[in-house]
């Protein structure tokens, strides 16, 4: 009820019985469905204050001691022929979406926009996972960490896995001779004919002195090319590499 000429308004409570031994009965808020217009609005407000803060709205799930507790569902309406409904959270000054749920989409449309934890955020994508800014992309001087990795070894002039980082065992079977050169064959998913592939030599062989001197990138592959500048190995070499696609 309205106040009279100074105090509070009235309090509306709507709510449905308790139980004892059963399950308490339910209470439903809705317009009715329309056959040639638009369904009804239901709207909840709550009051604005000239000189306190404005009302808030608190929606809650139910409690539960002996299970799950209650969830809290938020669902547009679906179409037959036009577009899913999405769900919208405003920027109370503007009236604009900030935030836009659809069933394709979750969308940010703010100038500035900070996600914290005091633990950690996990963020999984079953296909592909995209990261872009106009300005770049920054890790703020962060521990960057976890990069595909794996490792083969060297056997008939080839060695095949796939991963953007790892380690190469040259063929012990065919070790470098003083001043010779070996070419294999990197068969690599990873590795693209634009790709930038990084290859050095992470362990050279005993007694010899094994440089990198060539690192060619193709369709899945790449020929990488080494050079003994030592004497002659009498075990295998070790190569790291890191493939960067632009």
């Known amino acids: 009820a309205n106040s009279g000429v100074g105090g509070a308004s009235g309090v509306l409570v709507f709510s449905s ?30 009051g604005s204050g000239t000189s306190g803060a404005g009302g808030s709205v608190f929606v809650a799930g139910g409690a539960s001691t002996t299970t799950t507790g209650g969830s809290v569902t938020l669902e547009p309406g679906t179409s037959s022929t036009g577009t899913d409904g999405s769900l919208y959270i405003m920027n109370p000054s503007t009236s604009t979406a900030v935030i ?57 002039s080839a060695v095949s896995f796939t991963a953007m980082s790892g380690t190469i065992t040259g063929d012990s079977g065919s070790l470098l001779a003083a001043g010779s050169t070996q070419a294999f064959t990197f068969t690599n998913a990873r590795i693209t004919a634009s790709s930038l592939l990084f290859v050095h030599t992470k362990q050279s062989c005993t007694n010899g002195y094994v440089v990198v001197v060539g690192a060619v990138p193709a369709a899945g592959s790449a020929t990488i090319t080494v050079y003994n500048t030592g004497a002659a190995c009498t075990d295998a070499y070790t190569l790291s590499f890191i493939v960067i696609n632009p």
Do not use: H, K, P, W
């Open 17 to 46: 019985g308790s139980a004892c031994g059963g399950n308490s009965g339910a209470l439903l808020i809705g317009s009715g469905a329309a056959t040639g217009g638009r369904g009804g609005l239901v709207s909840i407000t709550a």
């Open 100 to 156: 836009t749920v659809s069933a394709t989409a979750f969308q940010v449309d703010t100038t500035t926009m900070t996600v914290s934890t005091t633990s950690s955020i996990t963020i999984d994508a079953t296909t592909t996972l995209t990261i872009t800014g106009t300005s770049g992309v920054t890790f703020s001087s962060s521990y960057v960490y976890g990069f595909e990795s794996s490792s083969g070894t060297v056997s008939s």
